[in-house]
Structure formats: C-alpha cells, structure tokens
C-alpha cells in the first residue's frame, strides 16, 4: 500500500480532480459535447442551442474554464470559449497510466 497519496493528493492529480469534478456534471458534458473540434463558441450561441438558460450556461462555462477544460478569450463583449483538448488528453494519460501500471 502506497500510504503517502492517503494523506496527499500527488501535485499532477490536482488537475485531474479539478477536471473530473467539472465534467462530472451531465449539463456541462453536454455543452462540452456541443463543440466541434476547433470550433469556437460563445455562451449566447450554446444558450441558443440548450435548454438552460444564459445564467447557468454562464456558470457550467465558468466551472470548465477554471478546471482547464475549456480555454476562453474576450473579443469586444464577446467571450469565445474552445475546449482545451490538451489539458484534458493529458489528465485521461495520466490516469490511464496509473490504471495500466
């Protein structure tokens, strides 16, 4: 038994915990699931595309790009918000080679 990571979480699950907690939620996995590879979106577009109004999809964006899973960008008074497939690519790595060693 490894009881060092009982009383720790080691520095590079930190980031794993953040981004499995946010897409844990199935509305936030169903307007992270709403972009295209490269597609840039903004929170009135998805609000267009969901049934959730602007506030919440306001907040589930908010609790992705704060855990790293969407990037985002101001552009005038637009925000655009794209996944970022590098954060979360690397967090499944690290967790599929926890579970394969």
Known sequence: ???LYIQHLPEDWQSISAIFVAMGDPQR???LLAFEPGERLTAGQLCDASPLNRTTVSHHLKVLRQAGVLNSEKVGKEVFYWVNREAVAAALDNVLAYVKA
């Open 1 to 3: 038994m490894n009881t």
């Open 29 to 31: 996995q169903r307007l």
